[in-house]
């Protein structure tokens, strides 16, 4: 079976602009999660999605970033516009009830 | 508040010597407990899991039991390999109302050979 999958695996853009992260769960999972890591901070909750319905954004840093999850195959994690402190892995990760979350391979963002 | 707390590292050892990485934790329920393990440039892996108490969870080598006495769930391998050298992540849910899952900082380990 198919893993989350993440796209694009780097990004690198210019402070100022539209960043789109995107993750294709696995099929079946109904929790979907985002989350950042950086070196300071660690790995940091951004918002979680069950059945395709926010459940908890307080993780989100700014209104800078937002995330969609049209249906159950897609969700995506909008910065804009996008500043340097912004770089960072950023993991999307699903799960089903009593199950353990799978993460996909991370997106690292650079912005300069 | 729930939370997770792991032994600082980076933890270095030799090949074939013992692993133990602690791992507390504190939470208002029952929470399940896992190790996840990352290796450069990926995601993180789910290594191992335990549900309730006293419950040993295993795999390639590694356990670690789930002790509400003591609120611990530390990591343990008896011979490390250098191909083990990653970051590992202490993690509990509370699986009633909310599945979210709280990490903790991570421990890097690196084995020599």
């Known amino acids: 079976d198919a893993g989350v999958i993440q796209s694009p695996r780097h990004e690198v853009t210019e402070m100022g602009q539209e960043v789109t992260l995107r993750c294709k769960p696995i099929?079946?999972?109904?929790?979907l999660f985002w989350y950042r890591q950086t070196m300071m901070r660690g790995l940091e909750l951004l918002i979680y999605f069950n059945n395709n319905v926010p459940i908890d954004d307080s993780g989100m840093p700014e209104d800078r970033f937002s995330a969609k999850m049209p249906n159950a195959s897609f969700s995506t994690l909008k910065i804009q516009p996008s500043e340097p402190r912004d770089s960072a892995v950023y993991f999307c990760a699903s799960s089903s009830v009593n199950q353990p979350q799978h993460f996909g391979d991370g997106t690292r963002l650079s912005i300069l | 508040g729930d939370s997770v707390t792991q032994m600082e590292g980076p933890v270095t050892l030799s090949e074939e010597a013992f692993l133990t990485i602690n791992c507390t934790y504190t939470a208002t329920g029952y929470p399940s407990l896992f190790w996840y393990v990352q290796y450069p440039g990926e995601g993180l892996q789910l290594l191992l899991k335990a549900t309730k108490a006293d419950d040993k969870g295993s795999n390639k080598g590694f356990e670690a039991t789930y002790r509400k006495e003591t609120t611990s769930f530390h990591l343990e391998k008896g011979s490390v390999q250098v191909s083990d050298s990653a970051v590992y992540f202490c993690a509990l849910t509370l699986l009633s109302g909310t599945y979210k899952y709280i990490f903790g900082t991570g421990t890097r380990l690196k084995v020599l050979a």
């Open positions: 099929s079946g999972h109904d929790y």
